[in-house]
């Protein structure tokens, strides 16, 4: 992988984020929300995890307790809309289970381990990836990790900033490498990266009016 300087990841950051202004994520209302929201939303959009959200709402099971002691299959059906509901229900529920047995159901007490060992335990949870994890720890906790997805490889492979075949630690060590350890700056630089790729790094590139169109293409198309 080629080791860009530092100075071309914070000049994509300025530039985005003069063309785009901050992008307010993550959407919840509470760090529980946000954490069930991670874990929901693979594979799905977002409208369809605030339908699920609102759904355990109206049950009053959007809190820890509740959602130990939810039977499982009640909890499937109650975030229904995000898909995949059965296996995303399994997932929800090892991760309260963990929280349970490790932290005693408290988010608080996440804050008291190292990032490194915190991100370990999470990627222990059965059905947590990378993606989520890091998702949970910068959304939820203000940790200062990058979280990477589709958009992100896209937008750095198009642009030669990372060589295909490039794996998802890779890419989030590009970024902490190279950016201060900053979770405010983190959080907004996913954020615009997620929103260059939706307008402009699709499938197949629409680079005129791309807020990155001065930086030079290496694969257009890719």
């Given at each position: 992988?080629?080791?860009?300087?530092?100075h071309?990841l914070?000049?994509?950051?300025?530039?985005?984020?003069?063309?785009?202004?901050?992008?307010?994520?993550?959407?919840?209302?509470?760090?529980?929300?946000?954490?069930v929201?991670?874990?929901?939303?693979q594979?799905?959009?977002?409208?369809?995890?605030?339908?699920?959200?609102?759904?355990?709402?109206?049950?009053?099971?959007?809190d820890?307790?509740a959602?130990r002691?939810?039977?499982?299959?009640?909890?499937?059906?109650?975030?229904?809309?995000?898909?995949?509901?059965?296996?995303?229900?399994?997932?929800?529920?090892?991760?309260?289970?963990?929280?349970?047995?490790?932290?005693?159901?408290?988010?608080?007490?996440l804050a008291?381990?190292?990032?490194?060992?915190?991100?370990?335990?999470?990627?222990?949870?059965?059905?947590?990836?990378?993606e989520?994890a890091?998702?949970?720890?910068?959304?939820?906790?203000d940790v200062?990790?990058?979280?990477?997805?589709?958009?992100?490889?896209?937008?750095?492979?198009?642009?030669?900033?990372?060589?295909?075949?490039?794996?998802?630690?890779?890419?989030?060590?590009?970024f902490?490498?190279?950016?201060?350890?900053?979770?405010?700056?983190?959080?907004?630089?996913?954020?615009?990266?997620?929103?260059?790729?939706?307008?402009?790094?699709?499938?197949?590139?629409?680079?005129?009016?791309?807020?990155?169109?001065?930086?030079p293409?290496?694969?257009?198309?890719?």
């Amino acid at each position: 992988m080629p080791a860009p300087a530092n100075h071309i990841l914070q000049r994509f950051y300025d530039v985005l984020i003069e063309a785009y202004g901050p992008q307010g994520w993550w959407p919840g209302k509470t760090r529980t929300e946000i954490v069930v929201g991670a874990i929901l939303t693979q594979n799905t959009n977002w409208l369809n995890v605030e339908k699920a959200i609102a759904r355990l709402q109206a049950a009053g099971v959007l809190d820890w307790a509740a959602l130990r002691d939810v039977p499982i299959e009640q909890l499937a059906e109650l975030i229904r809309p995000v898909g995949y509901y059965k296996v995303k229900s399994r997932r929800l529920k090892n991760f309260v289970a963990w929280l349970w047995e490790q932290h005693d159901g408290k988010l608080d007490g996440l804050a008291w381990v190292a990032a490194t060992e915190l991100r370990g335990q999470l990627l222990s949870i059965n059905g947590i990836g990378p993606e989520t994890a890091d998702s949970i720890m910068l959304y939820a906790l203000d940790v200062p990790t990058f979280v990477v997805d589709g958009y992100t490889a896209r937008v750095l492979g198009r642009h030669g900033l990372i060589d295909a075949p490039v794996g998802y630690e890779e890419i989030k060590a590009l970024f902490e490498d190279n950016l201060p350890a900053d979770a405010a700056m983190f959080n907004e630089y996913h954020a615009l990266l997620v929103a260059v790729g939706k307008r402009h790094c699709k499938t197949r590139a629409r680079c005129e009016g791309c807020p990155l169109e001065s930086f030079p293409l290496v694969i257009p198309d890719a």
